[in-house]
Protein backbone atom coordinates (compact mmCIF):
# COMPACT_ATOMS: atom_id res chain seq x y z
CA UNK A 1 0.00 0.00 0.00
CA UNK A 2 1.31 3.10 -1.27
CA UNK A 3 1.49 6.37 0.58
CA UNK A 4 -1.52 7.96 -0.50
CA UNK A 5 -3.68 4.73 -0.36
CA UNK A 6 -2.69 4.79 3.68
CA UNK A 7 -3.68 8.62 4.38
CA UNK A 8 -5.48 9.88 1.36
CA UNK A 9 -2.79 12.72 1.11
CA UNK A 10 -1.22 12.96 -2.20
CA UNK A 11 2.35 13.65 -2.29
CA UNK A 12 3.02 13.42 -5.45
CA UNK A 13 1.84 15.36 -8.87
CA UNK A 14 2.55 15.56 -12.76
CA UNK A 15 1.32 19.23 -13.99
CA UNK A 16 0.35 19.47 -17.63
CA UNK A 17 1.02 22.75 -19.05
CA UNK A 18 3.67 25.42 -18.21
CA UNK A 19 1.83 28.49 -18.85
CA UNK A 20 0.62 30.63 -16.28
CA UNK A 21 -1.51 27.21 -14.20
CA UNK A 22 1.05 24.86 -13.90
CA UNK A 23 4.08 26.54 -13.16
CA UNK A 24 2.14 28.38 -10.06
CA UNK A 25 0.27 25.25 -9.33
CA UNK A 26 3.43 23.59 -9.06
CA UNK A 27 5.36 26.59 -6.73
CA UNK A 28 1.46 26.09 -4.57
CA UNK A 29 1.59 22.23 -4.30
CA UNK A 30 5.50 21.92 -3.44
CA UNK A 31 4.28 24.91 -0.59
CA UNK A 32 1.71 22.52 0.59
CA UNK A 33 4.55 19.18 0.70
CA UNK A 34 3.36 17.79 -2.54
CA UNK A 35 6.16 17.40 -5.12
CA UNK A 36 5.40 18.61 -8.80
CA UNK A 37 7.12 17.99 -12.30
CA UNK A 38 5.68 20.30 -14.88
CA UNK A 39 5.64 18.69 -18.63
CA UNK A 40 5.32 21.49 -21.19
CA UNK A 41 4.65 20.28 -24.68
CA UNK A 42 6.70 23.35 -26.19
CA UNK A 43 10.73 23.97 -25.80
CA UNK A 44 12.03 27.19 -24.20
CA UNK A 45 12.01 29.95 -26.70
CA UNK A 46 10.29 28.60 -29.21
CA UNK A 47 6.39 29.53 -28.31
CA UNK A 48 4.97 33.04 -29.17
CA UNK A 49 6.10 36.16 -27.24
CA UNK A 50 2.46 37.43 -26.93
CA UNK A 51 0.91 40.71 -26.96
CA UNK A 52 0.47 42.83 -23.42
CA UNK A 53 -1.45 40.96 -20.62
CA UNK A 54 -2.64 42.79 -17.70
CA UNK A 55 -1.99 40.91 -14.62
CA UNK A 56 -4.77 42.09 -12.19
CA UNK A 57 -4.32 43.37 -8.32
CA UNK A 58 -6.14 39.90 -7.92
CA UNK A 59 -3.50 37.65 -9.97
CA UNK A 60 -0.51 39.57 -7.73
CA UNK A 61 -2.05 38.54 -4.56
CA UNK A 62 -2.54 34.73 -5.38
CA UNK A 63 1.46 34.95 -7.04
CA UNK A 64 2.14 36.71 -3.53
CA UNK A 65 1.31 33.14 -1.82
CA UNK A 66 4.44 31.69 -4.16
CA UNK A 67 7.01 34.21 -3.97
CA UNK A 68 6.39 35.17 -8.06
CA UNK A 69 4.47 38.72 -7.44
CA UNK A 70 7.70 40.46 -7.51
CA UNK A 71 9.52 39.29 -10.68
CA UNK A 72 6.26 39.68 -12.73
CA UNK A 73 5.35 43.03 -11.76
CA UNK A 74 9.16 43.73 -11.71
CA UNK A 75 9.37 43.09 -15.50
CA UNK A 76 5.84 45.09 -15.95
CA UNK A 77 4.86 48.20 -17.03
CA UNK A 78 2.74 49.71 -14.08
CA UNK A 79 -1.11 49.90 -14.73
CA UNK A 80 -2.65 50.62 -12.00
CA UNK A 81 -5.82 52.82 -14.36
CA UNK A 82 -7.95 51.38 -17.15
CA UNK A 83 -9.03 54.68 -19.17
CA UNK A 84 -12.05 54.04 -21.47
CA UNK A 85 -12.66 55.98 -24.20
CA UNK A 86 -15.24 56.34 -27.45
CA UNK A 87 -14.06 56.65 -30.87
CA UNK A 88 -14.44 60.63 -30.36
CA UNK A 89 -12.38 60.55 -28.03
CA UNK A 90 -14.66 61.53 -24.73
CA UNK A 91 -13.06 59.29 -21.45
CA UNK A 92 -16.31 56.76 -20.97
CA UNK A 93 -14.70 56.07 -17.47
CA UNK A 94 -11.66 54.81 -15.74
CA UNK A 95 -10.92 51.79 -13.56
CA UNK A 96 -8.50 52.33 -10.80
CA UNK A 97 -6.56 49.79 -8.81
CA UNK A 98 -7.47 50.19 -5.76
CA UNK A 99 -4.29 51.68 -3.32
CA UNK A 100 -4.01 48.91 -0.83
CA UNK A 101 -3.99 46.56 -3.03
CA UNK A 102 -0.75 45.71 -5.59
CA UNK A 103 -1.18 48.01 -8.74
CA UNK A 104 -1.86 45.77 -11.75
CA UNK A 105 0.62 45.22 -14.72
CA UNK A 106 1.33 44.88 -18.25
CA UNK A 107 3.67 42.37 -19.45
CA UNK A 108 4.06 40.26 -22.77
CA UNK A 109 2.05 37.03 -22.33
CA UNK A 110 4.78 34.97 -23.23
CA UNK A 111 7.31 36.48 -21.24
CA UNK A 112 5.23 36.13 -18.17
CA UNK A 113 5.08 32.02 -18.72
CA UNK A 114 8.92 32.40 -18.98
CA UNK A 115 9.34 33.97 -15.52
CA UNK A 116 6.99 31.52 -14.08
CA UNK A 117 8.59 28.73 -15.43
CA UNK A 118 11.99 30.11 -14.24
CA UNK A 119 10.83 31.26 -11.09
CA UNK A 120 9.30 27.20 -10.53
CA UNK A 121 12.51 25.68 -11.65
CA UNK A 122 15.05 28.15 -9.18
CA UNK A 123 12.45 26.77 -6.32
CA UNK A 124 13.66 23.29 -7.42
CA UNK A 125 10.25 22.26 -9.30
CA UNK A 126 11.43 20.08 -12.34
CA UNK A 127 10.22 21.67 -15.73
CA UNK A 128 10.60 19.44 -18.45
CA UNK A 129 10.01 20.65 -22.45
CA UNK A 130 9.24 19.31 -25.51
CA UNK A 131 6.43 16.60 -23.82
CA UNK A 132 3.27 16.61 -25.16
CA UNK A 133 0.73 14.80 -23.52
CA UNK A 134 -1.86 12.60 -24.76
CA UNK A 135 -3.27 9.92 -22.80
CA UNK A 136 -3.65 9.11 -18.77
CA UNK A 137 -3.99 5.88 -16.93
CA UNK A 138 -5.81 5.97 -13.45
CA UNK A 139 -4.13 2.31 -12.28
CA UNK A 140 -6.00 2.86 -9.12
CA UNK A 141 -2.45 3.02 -7.03
CA UNK A 142 -1.83 5.96 -9.17
CA UNK A 143 -1.73 8.69 -12.42
CA UNK A 144 0.44 7.41 -15.55
CA UNK A 145 0.76 10.25 -18.08
CA UNK A 146 1.46 9.51 -21.66
CA UNK A 147 3.93 11.24 -24.13
CA UNK A 148 3.91 11.75 -27.37
CA UNK A 149 6.97 11.01 -27.77
CA UNK A 150 6.37 7.47 -25.97
CA UNK A 151 7.54 8.09 -22.71
CA UNK A 152 5.92 8.29 -19.66
CA UNK A 153 5.32 9.75 -16.12
CA UNK A 154 3.68 8.52 -12.78
CA UNK A 155 2.16 10.42 -9.49
CA UNK A 156 -0.32 10.78 -6.97
CA UNK A 157 -2.08 13.16 -8.66
CA UNK A 158 -2.34 14.99 -12.65
CA UNK A 159 -3.25 18.62 -12.55
CA UNK A 160 -4.43 19.62 -16.65
CA UNK A 161 -2.98 23.41 -16.63
CA UNK A 162 -2.83 22.55 -20.64
CA UNK A 163 -5.25 25.49 -21.73
CA UNK A 164 -8.28 26.32 -23.17
CA UNK A 165 -7.76 23.25 -25.75
CA UNK A 166 -6.87 21.07 -22.90
CA UNK A 167 -6.38 16.96 -23.89
CA UNK A 168 -6.74 16.50 -20.29
CA UNK A 169 -10.17 18.16 -20.22
CA UNK A 170 -11.59 15.60 -23.29
CA UNK A 171 -10.15 12.88 -21.33
CA UNK A 172 -11.76 13.48 -17.67
CA UNK A 173 -15.17 14.27 -19.34
CA UNK A 174 -15.48 12.99 -23.68
CA UNK A 175 -18.57 15.24 -23.42
CA UNK A 176 -16.99 18.17 -22.46
CA UNK A 177 -17.38 21.56 -24.14
CA UNK A 178 -15.13 23.30 -26.98
CA UNK A 179 -13.68 26.38 -26.73
CA UNK A 180 -16.76 29.21 -27.66
CA UNK A 181 -16.12 31.88 -30.32
CA UNK A 182 -17.17 35.18 -29.06
CA UNK A 183 -17.45 36.72 -32.51
CA UNK A 184 -14.28 38.98 -32.15
CA UNK A 185 -10.57 38.27 -33.66
CA UNK A 186 -7.77 39.65 -31.66
CA UNK A 187 -4.54 40.62 -33.07
CA UNK A 188 -1.82 42.83 -31.29
CA UNK A 189 1.73 43.03 -30.61
CA UNK A 190 4.69 44.10 -28.09
CA UNK A 191 7.57 46.55 -28.91
CA UNK A 192 10.63 47.26 -27.44
CA UNK A 193 10.13 50.56 -29.00
CA UNK A 194 7.43 53.26 -28.20
CA UNK A 195 6.12 53.19 -31.46
CA UNK A 196 5.15 56.37 -32.21
CA UNK A 197 2.96 57.20 -28.81
CA UNK A 198 4.61 58.57 -25.77
CA UNK A 199 4.48 57.16 -22.00
CA UNK A 200 0.81 56.61 -21.15
CA UNK A 201 1.05 57.60 -17.54
CA UNK A 202 0.60 54.45 -15.96
CA UNK A 203 -3.02 54.27 -17.95
CA UNK A 204 -4.20 51.69 -20.28
CA UNK A 205 -5.96 53.27 -22.90
CA UNK A 206 -9.18 51.28 -24.38
CA UNK A 207 -11.31 53.21 -27.36
CA UNK A 208 -14.38 51.54 -28.33
CA UNK A 209 -14.07 52.50 -31.75
CA UNK A 210 -16.84 53.42 -34.73
CA UNK A 211 -16.05 49.72 -35.90
CA UNK A 212 -13.56 47.74 -33.54
CA UNK A 213 -12.01 47.95 -30.04
CA UNK A 214 -8.35 49.24 -29.78
CA UNK A 215 -6.19 49.14 -26.68
CA UNK A 216 -2.55 50.71 -25.86
CA UNK A 217 -0.27 50.98 -22.95
CA UNK A 218 3.40 52.73 -23.06
CA UNK A 219 6.36 53.66 -20.35
CA UNK A 220 7.44 55.54 -23.58
CA UNK A 221 10.09 52.75 -24.23
CA UNK A 222 8.04 49.96 -24.54
CA UNK A 223 4.51 49.36 -26.07
CA UNK A 224 1.94 46.90 -26.17
CA UNK A 225 -1.00 47.14 -28.30
CA UNK A 226 -4.10 45.21 -29.68
CA UNK A 227 -7.35 45.21 -31.58
CA UNK A 228 -10.30 43.40 -31.60
CA UNK A 229 -12.59 42.87 -34.31
CA UNK A 230 -15.72 41.97 -35.30
CA UNK A 231 -15.78 38.80 -37.62
CA UNK A 232 -19.45 37.28 -37.81
CA UNK A 233 -16.98 34.83 -39.40
CA UNK A 234 -14.48 33.12 -40.53
CA UNK A 235 -12.19 30.63 -41.96
CA UNK A 236 -9.12 29.79 -40.09
CA UNK A 237 -7.52 29.25 -43.81
CA UNK A 238 -8.42 33.28 -43.70
CA UNK A 239 -7.07 33.99 -40.93
CA UNK A 240 -3.73 32.51 -41.59
CA UNK A 241 -3.77 33.55 -45.31
CA UNK A 242 -4.08 37.23 -44.30
CA UNK A 243 -0.54 38.55 -44.66
CA UNK A 244 0.75 40.98 -42.25
CA UNK A 245 0.34 44.00 -44.65
CA UNK A 246 -3.22 43.00 -45.21
CA UNK A 247 -4.20 42.89 -41.65
CA UNK A 248 -2.57 46.32 -40.98
CA UNK A 249 -4.25 47.76 -44.04
CA UNK A 250 -7.59 46.44 -42.74
CA UNK A 251 -6.98 48.03 -39.26
CA UNK A 252 -5.74 51.18 -40.42
CA UNK A 253 -9.73 51.58 -42.16
CA UNK A 254 -11.43 50.14 -39.10
CA UNK A 255 -9.53 52.80 -36.82
CA UNK A 256 -10.04 56.00 -39.50
CA UNK A 257 -12.28 57.13 -37.80
CA UNK A 258 -11.35 57.17 -34.32
CA UNK A 259 -9.88 59.85 -32.39
CA UNK A 260 -7.10 56.71 -30.81
CA UNK A 261 -3.11 55.82 -31.24
CA UNK A 262 -3.92 53.47 -33.42
CA UNK A 263 -3.21 55.14 -36.83
CA UNK A 264 0.48 55.95 -34.99
CA UNK A 265 1.27 52.61 -33.62
CA UNK A 266 0.14 50.86 -36.96
CA UNK A 267 2.50 53.52 -38.91
CA UNK A 268 5.38 51.57 -36.61
CA UNK A 269 4.65 48.41 -36.14
CA UNK A 270 6.88 45.94 -37.62
CA UNK A 271 6.11 42.08 -38.39
CA UNK A 272 8.60 41.06 -35.99
CA UNK A 273 6.52 42.15 -32.79
CA UNK A 274 3.56 41.32 -34.50
CA UNK A 275 0.95 38.99 -32.88
CA UNK A 276 -1.52 37.55 -36.14
CA UNK A 277 -4.93 37.02 -35.51
CA UNK A 278 -6.75 34.68 -33.88
CA UNK A 279 -10.32 33.85 -32.21
CA UNK A 280 -11.10 35.13 -28.95
CA UNK A 281 -12.86 32.28 -26.94
CA UNK A 282 -14.21 31.40 -23.39
CA UNK A 283 -15.86 28.32 -21.88
CA UNK A 284 -18.35 29.80 -19.97
CA UNK A 285 -19.49 26.45 -18.10
CA UNK A 286 -17.05 23.54 -18.01
CA UNK A 287 -19.18 20.73 -16.04
CA UNK A 288 -16.79 18.43 -15.22
CA UNK A 289 -13.72 19.97 -13.71
CA UNK A 290 -11.94 16.48 -11.91
CA UNK A 291 -12.57 12.60 -11.71
CA UNK A 292 -10.12 10.24 -9.81
CA UNK A 293 -7.39 11.72 -9.57
CA UNK A 294 -6.93 14.53 -11.85
CA UNK A 295 -8.03 17.65 -12.00
CA UNK A 296 -8.63 20.76 -13.96
CA UNK A 297 -7.33 24.58 -13.24
CA UNK A 298 -6.93 27.73 -15.60
CA UNK A 299 -8.24 27.77 -19.05
CA UNK A 300 -8.59 24.14 -19.24
CA UNK A 301 -11.25 24.35 -16.35
CA UNK A 302 -12.53 28.14 -16.59
CA UNK A 303 -11.06 30.00 -19.93
CA UNK A 304 -12.54 33.55 -19.93
CA UNK A 305 -12.21 35.68 -23.01
CA UNK A 306 -8.89 38.62 -22.83
CA UNK A 307 -11.76 41.05 -22.48
CA UNK A 308 -11.68 40.43 -18.72
CA UNK A 309 -7.96 41.15 -18.29
CA UNK A 310 -8.10 38.09 -15.73
CA UNK A 311 -7.48 34.90 -17.37
CA UNK A 312 -3.82 34.94 -15.84
CA UNK A 313 -5.34 36.02 -12.49
CA UNK A 314 -7.88 33.54 -12.18
CA UNK A 315 -5.60 30.80 -13.46
CA UNK A 316 -2.76 31.52 -10.51
CA UNK A 317 -5.73 31.87 -8.33
CA UNK A 318 -7.10 28.43 -8.82
CA UNK A 319 -3.50 27.07 -8.57
CA UNK A 320 -2.86 28.80 -5.46
CA UNK A 321 -6.11 27.34 -3.96
CA UNK A 322 -6.33 23.75 -5.57
CA UNK A 323 -3.22 23.36 -3.49
CA UNK A 324 -3.92 24.50 -0.68
CA UNK A 325 -7.26 22.14 -0.37
CA UNK A 326 -4.47 19.32 -1.22
CA UNK A 327 -2.75 20.29 1.79
CA UNK A 328 -5.43 20.06 4.29
CA UNK A 329 -7.71 17.47 2.77
CA UNK A 330 -7.42 13.45 1.28
CA UNK A 331 -8.08 13.75 -2.61
CA UNK A 332 -11.41 13.44 -3.53
CA UNK A 333 -12.68 15.87 -0.89
CA UNK A 334 -9.64 18.44 -1.60
CA UNK A 335 -11.12 18.51 -5.46
CA UNK A 336 -14.81 19.13 -4.10
CA UNK A 337 -13.92 21.81 -2.04
CA UNK A 338 -11.30 23.58 -4.52
CA UNK A 339 -14.25 22.96 -7.06
CA UNK A 340 -16.79 24.80 -4.58
CA UNK A 341 -14.09 27.41 -3.38
CA UNK A 342 -13.48 29.18 -7.24
CA UNK A 343 -16.54 28.14 -9.88
CA UNK A 344 -18.97 30.53 -9.04
CA UNK A 345 -16.44 33.13 -9.09
CA UNK A 346 -14.72 31.83 -11.87
CA UNK A 347 -18.15 31.71 -13.91
CA UNK A 348 -18.81 35.40 -13.05
CA UNK A 349 -16.18 37.04 -14.38
CA UNK A 350 -16.71 34.94 -17.56
CA UNK A 351 -20.14 35.95 -17.69
CA UNK A 352 -18.98 39.91 -17.25
CA UNK A 353 -16.75 39.53 -19.62
CA UNK A 354 -18.95 38.47 -22.82
CA UNK A 355 -20.74 41.21 -21.88
CA UNK A 356 -17.91 43.06 -22.61
CA UNK A 357 -17.16 41.81 -25.85
CA UNK A 358 -21.13 42.06 -27.29
CA UNK A 359 -20.47 46.15 -26.42
CA UNK A 360 -17.08 45.67 -28.63
CA UNK A 361 -18.50 44.08 -31.40
CA UNK A 362 -21.86 46.57 -30.83
CA UNK A 363 -23.36 47.98 -34.38
CA UNK A 364 -23.57 51.73 -35.12
CA UNK A 365 -26.98 52.02 -33.52
CA UNK A 366 -26.23 50.31 -29.91
CA UNK A 367 -22.89 51.95 -30.13
CA UNK A 368 -24.50 55.37 -29.76
CA UNK A 369 -26.34 53.94 -26.94
CA UNK A 370 -23.18 52.52 -25.37
CA UNK A 371 -21.33 55.68 -25.73
CA UNK A 372 -24.28 57.56 -24.26
CA UNK A 373 -25.43 54.97 -21.20
CA UNK A 374 -21.20 54.12 -20.97
CA UNK A 375 -20.38 57.03 -18.19
CA UNK A 376 -23.72 56.69 -15.85
CA UNK A 377 -22.47 52.86 -15.81
CA UNK A 378 -18.92 53.37 -15.24
CA UNK A 379 -19.41 56.07 -12.80
CA UNK A 380 -21.46 53.85 -10.55
CA UNK A 381 -20.58 50.27 -11.17
CA UNK A 382 -16.37 50.89 -11.68
CA UNK A 383 -15.82 51.70 -8.34
CA UNK A 384 -12.83 50.34 -6.54
CA UNK A 385 -15.75 49.19 -4.13
CA UNK A 386 -18.16 47.79 -7.24
CA UNK A 387 -15.21 46.21 -8.67
CA UNK A 388 -13.48 44.90 -5.32
CA UNK A 389 -15.13 40.93 -5.51
CA UNK A 390 -12.70 41.22 -8.74
CA UNK A 391 -9.67 42.77 -8.13
CA UNK A 392 -9.67 42.58 -3.95
CA UNK A 393 -10.08 38.81 -3.99
CA UNK A 394 -7.63 36.95 -2.08
CA UNK A 395 -6.24 33.43 -0.71
CA UNK A 396 -6.03 33.11 2.95
CA UNK A 397 -3.19 30.25 3.24
CA UNK A 398 -2.66 29.90 6.57
CA UNK A 399 -6.29 29.13 7.19
CA UNK A 400 -7.06 26.01 7.31
CA UNK A 401 -9.33 24.36 4.31
CA UNK A 402 -12.92 23.33 6.16
CA UNK A 403 -13.42 19.35 5.74
C1 LIG B 1 -5.03 37.56 -27.11
C2 LIG B 1 -5.13 37.22 -25.65
C3 LIG B 1 -5.01 38.24 -24.71
C4 LIG B 1 -5.12 37.96 -23.35
N1 LIG B 1 -5.00 38.97 -22.45
C5 LIG B 1 -5.09 38.69 -21.14
C6 LIG B 1 -4.93 39.73 -20.17
O1 LIG B 1 -4.73 40.88 -20.49
N2 LIG B 1 -5.00 39.39 -18.85
C7 LIG B 1 -5.19 38.10 -18.45
O2 LIG B 1 -5.22 37.85 -17.24
N3 LIG B 1 -5.36 37.12 -19.33
C8 LIG B 1 -5.30 37.38 -20.66
N4 LIG B 1 -5.45 36.37 -21.56
C9 LIG B 1 -5.76 35.03 -21.08
C10 LIG B 1 -4.54 34.33 -20.50
O3 LIG B 1 -3.50 34.30 -21.44
C11 LIG B 1 -4.94 32.93 -20.08
O4 LIG B 1 -6.11 32.97 -19.29
C12 LIG B 1 -3.83 32.27 -19.26
O5 LIG B 1 -2.66 32.20 -20.04
C13 LIG B 1 -4.27 30.90 -18.81
O6 LIG B 1 -3.19 30.20 -18.27
P1 LIG B 1 -3.13 28.62 -18.41
O7 LIG B 1 -1.85 28.23 -17.81
O8 LIG B 1 -4.39 28.04 -17.91
O9 LIG B 1 -3.12 28.34 -19.97
P2 LIG B 1 -2.00 28.72 -21.01
O10 LIG B 1 -1.32 29.98 -20.65
O11 LIG B 1 -2.66 28.62 -22.34
O12 LIG B 1 -0.92 27.56 -20.87
C14 LIG B 1 -1.17 26.25 -21.28
C15 LIG B 1 0.16 25.57 -21.51
O13 LIG B 1 -0.06 24.18 -21.73
C16 LIG B 1 0.73 23.76 -22.80
N5 LIG B 1 0.08 22.59 -23.38
C17 LIG B 1 -1.07 22.54 -24.10
N6 LIG B 1 -1.36 21.27 -24.43
C18 LIG B 1 -0.39 20.50 -23.89
C19 LIG B 1 -0.14 19.09 -23.88
N7 LIG B 1 -0.97 18.23 -24.51
N8 LIG B 1 0.95 18.61 -23.25
C20 LIG B 1 1.81 19.48 -22.60
N9 LIG B 1 1.62 20.82 -22.59
C21 LIG B 1 0.53 21.32 -23.22
C22 LIG B 1 0.79 24.95 -23.73
O14 LIG B 1 1.90 24.89 -24.61
C23 LIG B 1 0.87 26.10 -22.75
O15 LIG B 1 2.20 26.43 -22.41
C24 LIG B 1 -5.35 36.62 -22.93
C25 LIG B 1 -5.48 35.60 -23.87
C26 LIG B 1 -5.37 35.90 -25.21
C27 LIG B 1 -5.52 34.78 -26.22
Given at each position: ?246 WIALMR ?71 RCLRDL ?74
Amino acid sequence: MNDMERTGRARTAIVIGGGVAGPAAALALLKAGIEATVFEAYRPGTGSRGGPLTLASNGLSALRVVGADRALAGEGIPTPRMTIHSGSGKVLGTIESAPDLPATTTLPRGRMAELLQAHAAAAGVPVVYGKRFVDAVDTGRSVIAQFDDHTTAEADLLIGCDGIRSTVRGLIDPASPKPHYTGLIGLGGWSETPLGVSDTGGAFHMVFGRKAFFGHVSDGERTGWFANLPFKTFTREQLQGTSFEEWIALMRTLFADDRSAAARILDHVTPDAFIPASPLEDLPHVPVWSKGRIALIGDAAHATSPSSGQGASLAAESAVELARCLRDLPVPQAFQAYERARRERVERVIATAARTNQSKAAGPVAARFRDALMPFFMARFTTPEKTAWQYGHTIDWDEPVPV
